[in-house]
């Protein structure tokens, strides 16, 4: 596929990016499920940005000439069915395709969230340094016990395996569970445990049992985007939070409360993602006492709390929580495995049967061989023995990326440095934008997340997440190299890329 | 726990059980934690109906003196705490308990499904026959076979297995399926293909991308109660539309469409749930020609077609859509394991789209390491394989029940045989309730789902749905005989159970 782009005339790029491609495709040049380049590809080999080609290409399927296909890019549709098609049912020749954006609900309309989708697409991608994706290592994941385990408890006769189960979940897994997070100060039963697919499953489900389209919600900005998406998708109005080094700051929860009357307080108060922050035992105090004045529930997420690379975390806001006003939800996912998808979530008992009851309309159980699997494993004690190991090699991995990053970094590049969890949180030199880094650094073959990503906002664009958890010592090396390189390179141009944005354009697609 | 009712008094029972329960409870002669007998058991014990003993914990709850718990029975709960415990917090003296019912959604509200809840529930009472539960003899499982992949599937190396994966699915194994349904003249391809955590949860999908409260939608009565369950949380009008021996009956269909616009046409064409009933080919072309002259999409729900007995099935209403109007749900529920939660949808590529947006905010994708050993297990050969060892069983076993009817069946009782599927849809003698029966039967140790289960509206008290396909041939035989003794003796007792229930308490509960 053949472009010339004229920058000497008026045109906009996007738009002879679009009339080009359009005339390749009605003279048939580009024939019906041709394949057209990724749009990241497409803006290097023209040097252009990437949203100037995400611009022509919405254009083309709002021309009806191309389709993007979920995970799959973008192809050339076929021209439009003629009437002879038609001709099966008498009065049939005028039938119409549906126009299914019509038949959508207001809170389909509201779901948008390309970063978590394109962080997923990613995977694979190997030549890739990618500091994007929030997942464990997997060369750490004990493989040789899980499948030995799986084929066991999979064993001829034990057909119990494979059937539907509770909604609640398995009972010997939340068993174990309470007993676990009992070690942790938690004291809790199997009664008030629900099995969920994921702690993602939590709070779609919270959602499902809380939130009206209007409802208020707080939450620290910047936050997990996965519940950012999900609670915007719902209607909320989410009520932001700023952080400081001690967590979210309660004074200025107190504003909010005294105005507002929010469904819940969404926190993430150890190891935050993405910023890194642990809220102080102080702030955890405050933010009870707070939440106990305002009868205000609280959800507290904690998938990372176990991944401490110093001391132990302060004490879980459930477990300081000494009227059942926290809901607390936690996962296998960042300290095993991601993909068997399972997690949980602890609530009092009339949150926890309205949990199962949605539970039981969303998906009935969460798999019943994925839970027993798991129980066997965890009952071996191998998750104990597991935790030690990967919370040595991820603060290896973490000292790795501090030490990259405090020999390589540009001036006006700074970042935290965690005590737990997975990410550093750094701020780009003054003027830099994140999204024009993020089209430089690939070129460079190194990702990450940009901080837009993580607020509710307009705000974080001179905020980049990078993840240590995936990459070996020296590959973090390698990408930091990389990373700083390329800023390095653009405070270095005559015309920094990340200020010459034309303004209809400065909100980051990826 | 004993209790002493009077009969002769004017006191209902229900009111009576409370007050000896209230007292033991305030007496401390039943402690906190103490759990009470089931309702069955005890409503059995006591010579009550089971309905009387729902409605006596029904108001102890309300009391605030006991507590269920899901899956696990009812128990004792412990006193309000005290005010010293609150002492912890300034100014914490007054600290209440959340009210949480005063947070919850509307649809939080609509959603009531006991029946569907004790069904699961009821896996593993051993000694009940029970014909209730719509799920595969786990005698047939490939247990073997499936145990071997896993561990292979799952060797040192293949971390891959329990990444995070595409919200769409795992590629193979919707490759594999596009070409599964393709041998079943549906014509689609890999990316028209959405792999989901069940069909329940394709159903959950599609309800939040189309249907928003007030909206109508369309389904056969009787149906699938966990359509209809999902349907009415999300506040759905539910038109009907009766069946007969053909299927729905399309000139009922075509009077409500004159009228409504509903979102989508729900059916289950083929080896329908309960009633068996398999949709004639005429009626199947009449549903899409209207669907197509009223521009209305169908949801065709599949999980029983391959379970065919006697000939192929007509083609799926997917197969004969020539203009995209049909959304299709298909799983692996039913034809191998319910427990690994496994299924699909098939639909027009915007659709698609919006479902596969939606799921990644409901569980960001369906296990990674599920859809790994499947697509092995399936790519092996080994679901074709399965496939005609499970018809012959499920054949002789739909015989064996057929047989037995006819030989101990009391006058009055008819049934259905089907061409395949899973069920026998009975009407039982006049002026006989299923749930009254299901009492007695349950002392009998035989079970099924009453028909109001599946009804939207009042109807279906007079029929049951029989289960074949969890028992052999013999034991089948045995349920069957005592299903069939407990009717007659309803029928010849002076005053049946079925008929002397007071008004009020009309409303089954199971």
């Given at each position: 596929?053949?472009?010339?782009?004229?920058?000497?005339?008026?045109?906009?790029?996007?738009?002879?990016?679009?009339?080009?491609?359009?005339?390749?495709?009605?003279?048939?040049?580009?024939?019906?499920?041709?394949?057209?380049?990724?749009?990241?590809?497409?803006?290097?080999?023209?040097?252009?940005?990437?949203?100037?080609?995400?611009?022509?290409?919405?254009?083309?399927?709002?021309?009806?000439?191309?389709?993007?296909?979920?995970?799959?890019?973008?192809?050339?549709?076929?021209?439009?069915?003629?009437?002879?098609?038609?001709?099966?049912?008498?009065?049939?020749?005028?039938?119409?395709?549906?126009?299914?954006?019509?038949?959508?609900?207001?809170?389909?309309?509201?779901?948008?969230?390309?970063?978590?989708?394109?962080?997923?697409?990613?995977?694979?991608?190997?030549?890739?340094?990618?500091?994007?994706?929030?997942s464990p290592a997997g060369e750490y994941y004990p493989l040789k016990e899980f499948s030995e385990i799986s084929k066991e408890v999979m064993r001829p006769g034990n057909w119990q395996v494979f059937e539907y189960g509770p909604t609640i979940g398995h009972y010997p897994l939340r068993q174990y569970l309470a007993n676990w997070l009992g070690q942790r100060?938690i004291h809790t039963q199997a009664q008030s445990i629900l099995m969920t697919s994921g702690s993602q499953q939590g709070l779609d489900l919270l959602?499902?049992?809380?939130?009206?389209?209007?409802?208020?919600?707080?939450?620290?900005?910047?936050?997990?985007?996965?519940?950012?998406?999900?609670?915007?998708?719902?209607?909320?109005?989410?009520?932001?939070?700023?952080?400081?080094?001690?967590?979210?700051?309660?004074?200025?929860?107190?504003?909010?409360?005294?105005?507002?009357?929010?469904?819940?307080?969404?926190?993430?108060?150890?190891?935050?993602?993405?910023?890194?922050?642990?809220?102080?035992?102080?702030?955890?105090?405050?933010?009870?006492?707070?939440?106990?004045?305002?009868?205000?529930?609280?959800?507290?997420?904690d998938p990372?709390s176990e991944l401490?690379?110093?001391?132990?975390?302060?004490?879980?806001?459930?477990?300081?929580?000494?009227?059942?006003?926290?809901i607390y939800l936690g996962t296998f996912s960042k300290i095993l495995f991601p993909g068997l998808r399972l997690g949980w979530c602890v609530a009092?008992f009339?949150?926890l049967e309205?949990l199962s009851l949605a539970k039981q309309h969303v998906d009935l159980h969460t798999s019943t061989t994925v839970q027993w699997v798991m129980t066997e494993f965890c009952n071996q004690g191998l998750l104990d023995e597991h935790l030690p190991i990967v919370?040595?090699?991820?603060?290896?991995?973490?000292?790795?990326?501090?030490?990259?990053?405090?020999?390589?970094?540009?001036?006006?590049?700074?970042?935290?440095?965690?005590?737990?969890?997975?990410?550093?949180?750094?701020?780009?030199?003054?003027?830099?934008?994140?999204?024009?880094?993020?089209?430089?650094?690939?070129?460079?073959?190194?990702?990450?997340?940009?901080?837009?990503?993580?607020?509710?906002?307009?705000?974080?664009?001179?905020?980049?997440?990078?993840?240590?958890?995936?990459?070996?010592?020296?590959?973090?090396?390698?990408?930091?190299?990389?990373?700083?390189?390329?800023?390095?390179?653009?405070?270095?141009?005559?015309?920094?890329?990340?200020?010459?944005?034309?303004?209809?354009?400065?909100?980051?697609?990826?």
């Open positions: 596929m053949k472009l010339h782009l004229d920058r000497s005339i008026k045109t906009p790029l996007y738009l002879q990016i679009r009339s080009q491609i359009r005339q390749l495709i009605l003279d048939n040049d580009l024939s019906p499920g041709f394949r057209l380049p990724p749009e990241r590809k497409l803006a290097t080999s023209l040097g252009v940005n990437r949203t100037t080609v995400v611009n022509a290409y919405h254009e083309l399927v709002a021309d009806g000439l191309i389709q993007p296909h979920v995970g799959k890019g973008t192809i050339v549709r076929p021209p439009r069915p003629t009437e002879h098609s038609f001709d099966r049912f008498a009065n049939a020749n005028a039938i119409q395709p549906i126009s299914w954006q019509n038949f959508y609900t207001r809170q389909s309309e509201r779901m948008h969230n390309p970063v978590l989708a394109s962080i997923l697409d990613e995977i694979g991608e190997e030549d890739q340094i990618s500091f994007a994706l929030g100060s959602t499902k049992v809380f939130l009206e389209p209007g409802d208020y919600i707080v939450m620290e900005e910047p936050s997990f985007l996965g519940a950012i998406g999900v609670f915007k998708a719902a209607g909320a109005h989410i009520l932001t939070v700023p952080l400081d080094q001690e967590g979210m700051k309660t004074d200025v929860l107190e504003q909010i409360l005294s105005r507002h009357r929010p469904k819940f307080i969404y926190t993430l108060p150890t190891f935050q993602n993405p910023s890194g922050t642990t809220m102080s035992f102080a702030r955890r105090h405050k933010l009870l006492k707070l939440a106990y004045q305002y009868h205000v529930p609280i959800v507290e997420d990372y401490y690379y110093e001391n132990q975390p302060f004490p879980s806001l459930k477990s300081l929580d000494e009227h059942e006003h926290v009092p009339p949150v309205q919370r040595k090699q991820y603060m290896r991995q973490r000292d790795a990326m501090v030490t990259a990053l405090t020999e390589f970094a540009p001036q006006g590049l700074s970042w935290t440095v965690p005590e737990g969890g997975y990410y550093l949180w750094c701020e780009l030199p003054p003027g830099m934008k994140a999204a024009a880094l993020l089209t430089k650094a690939a070129e460079k073959k190194v990702t990450f997340v940009p901080g837009n990503a993580f607020y509710v906002s307009s705000g974080g664009k001179d905020r980049i997440r990078l993840c240590f958890s995936r990459h070996s010592e020296t590959t973090i090396r390698e990408g930091i190299y990389r990373l700083c390189k390329t800023i390095s390179e653009i405070l270095n141009q005559p015309h920094p890329s990340g200020t010459t944005n034309r303004p209809r354009y400065s909100e980051p697609l990826v």
